[in-house]
C-alpha cells in the first residue's frame, strides 16, 4: 500500500506564488509516475502536470509556463511550483502515484487565489 501526503496549500493573491510538495510512502516500485490533478466543486478533476521517473514533464496546457512539476526520487517527493497564480486556479490539487494501472491519491489541498 501507498500513502501520500500533500502539503503547502494556502490562501495567495492573484500573481503570487506556491509550492506544494507531496511525499509518498508505502510499497513504491522504482519505476512509477507521480503529478497532479486539481478540482473545483461541480467539475471534474483536471489534470495538471505529471512526471516519471527519470523521465521528461508534461503539464496541461492551462499552466504551462506558470507551474513547474519536480520530484526527488530519495525522498519519494513530487513538488509542484506554481507561479503567477490566477483565481481561475483555485480548487484542491490532489497528488498522485502511478504505478502502471493502479492510481494512488492523497487527500488534497486547497488552494485560493484572490482577485
Known amino acids: 500500500q501507498v500513502q501520500l501526503v500533500e502539503s503547502g496549500g494556502g490562501l495567495v493573491q492573484t500573481g503570487g506564488s506556491l509550492r506544494l510538495p507531496c511525499v509518498a510512502s508505502?510499497?513504491?516500485?522504482?519505476?512509477?509516475?507521480m503529478g497532479w490533478y486539481r478540482q473545483t466543486p461541480g467539475k471534474q478533476r483536471e489534470w495538471v502536470a505529471a512526471?516519471?521517473?527519470?523521465?521528461?514533464?508534461n503539464y496541461a496546457d492551462s499552466v504551462k509556463g506558470r507551474f513547474t512539476i519536480s520530484r526527488d526520487n530519495a525522498k519519494n517527493t513530487v513538488y509542484l511550483q506554481m507561479n503567477s497564480l490566477q483565481p481561475e486556479d483555485t480548487a484542491v490539487y490532489y497528488c498522485y502515484l502511478a504505478e502502471g494501472p493502479t492510481h494512488y491519491w492523497g487527500q488534497g489541498t486547497q488552494v485560493t487565489v484572490s482577485s
Open positions: 512526471m516519471p521517473t527519470g523521465g521528461s514533464t
Open positions: 508505502g510499497s513504491i516500485f522504482r519505476i512509477n509516475v
